[in-house]
């Protein structure tokens, strides 16, 4: 079983920058998938980015790609997302994910993830 607990969370102004940070426990993450994921009111969720040893990459939705970067530090068991230059349509609950067995075309599908954080709200005001 893995653990996982999102944090970094918060308000900020379009334009602005926030770290979310991903824990992971009770495994280490190495040779797992990490990927962060969001969802936002009223909407399904999306896929925001994802870092997979084994397939290359990372890999970014083509929303943020160029504004958020995603990495690891497999030491401290731990996933990060770097968001620049945040919109109003960023706002979301963003949530972490783990699955140890993905192959390259399901890096992007929620349901193939066995493993979730709580999430972590965003808001982006403008």
């Known amino acids: 079983q893995v653990q996982l607990v999102e944090s970094g969370g918060g308000l900020v102004q379009a334009g602005g920058s926030l770290r979310l940070s991903c824990a992971a426990s009770?495994?280490?993450?190495?040779?797992?998938?990490m990927a962060w994921f969001r969802q936002a009111p009223g909407k399904e969720r999306e896929f925001v980015s994802a870092?997979?040893?084994?397939?290359?990459?990372?890999f970014y939705a083509g929303s943020v790609k160029g504004r958020f970067a995603i990495s690891r530090d497999d030491a401290k068991n731990t996933v990060y997302l770097q968001m620049n230059s945040l919109k109003p349509e960023d706002t979301a609950v963003y949530y972490c994910?783990?699955?140890?067995?993905?192959?390259?075309?399901?890096?992007?599908?929620?349901?193939?993830?066995?493993?979730w954080g709580q999430g972590t709200q965003v808001t982006v005001s403008s």
């Open positions: 009770g495994r280490t993450i190495n040779g797992y998938v």
């Open positions: 870092h997979s040893k084994r397939h290359g990459g990372p």
């Open positions: 994910a783990a699955d140890r067995n993905l192959i390259l075309s399901s890096l992007s599908n929620s349901a193939q993830y066995d493993y």
